[in-house]
C-alpha cells in the first residue's frame, strides 16, 4: 500500500509541478555550451555557459521587460552590452560586475542622453 501511495504521489508531481515550472534548462547543454534556461521568476537567458554559469555573449530578460544583450562573465554582466529598463531607459556600453562600468551612452525615455564615463553605476564625466 505504501509503495502505490508513493508511486501515486510521484506520477502526480511529475504531471501538475514539470521541473521546468521550478526552474532550469529547457533547451541545448546549460553547463559548457549554448543553451536556455528559464528560472522560476521567470526570467530566461539564452546564451553561452561554462561550468554551469552564464559566460560568454548571451540574452537576458526578466519577468518585469527588462532585457540585457552582451557578454557575461561567472554569471554577472561584464563587458560589452545594452541593457533596456521597461520604463524606456536603455543604456550602451561598458559593464563591470553586473553594474554600468566604463564608456557607455545612457538614453532616458525622453530621449536625453549622457554619454561619457561611468563608475559603479554612476556617471562621473565625458
Do not use: W
Request: charged share 20%.
Amino acid at each position: 500500500m505504501k509503495t502505490i501511495l508513493a508511486t501515486s504521489i510521484l506520477i502526480m508531481s511529475i504531471c501538475f509541478f514539470p521541473m521546468n515550472t521550478f526552474g532550469g534548462c529547457v533547451q541545448g547543454d546549460c553547463i559548457n555550451g549554448q543553451g536556455t534556461f528559464v528560472s522560476s521568476d521567470g526570467e530566461k537567458y539564452v546564451g553561452q555557459f561554462k561550468d554551469g554559469r552564464r559566460h560568454g555573449q548571451g540574452t537576458l530578460s526578466s519577468a518585469d521587460g527588462a532585457k540585457y544583450v552582451g557578454q557575461f562573465r561567472d554569471n554577472m554582466l561584464e563587458g560589452q552590452g545594452t541593457l533596456v529598463r521597461p520604463n524606456g531607459i536603455k543604456y550602451v556600453g561598458q559593464f563591470k560586475h553586473s553594474k554600468i562600468h566604463g564608456q557607455g551612452t545612457l538614453t532616458s525615455a525622453d530621449g536625453k542622453k549622457l554619454v561619457g564615463e561611468f563608475k559603479n553605476g554612476e556617471f562621473v564625466g565625458k
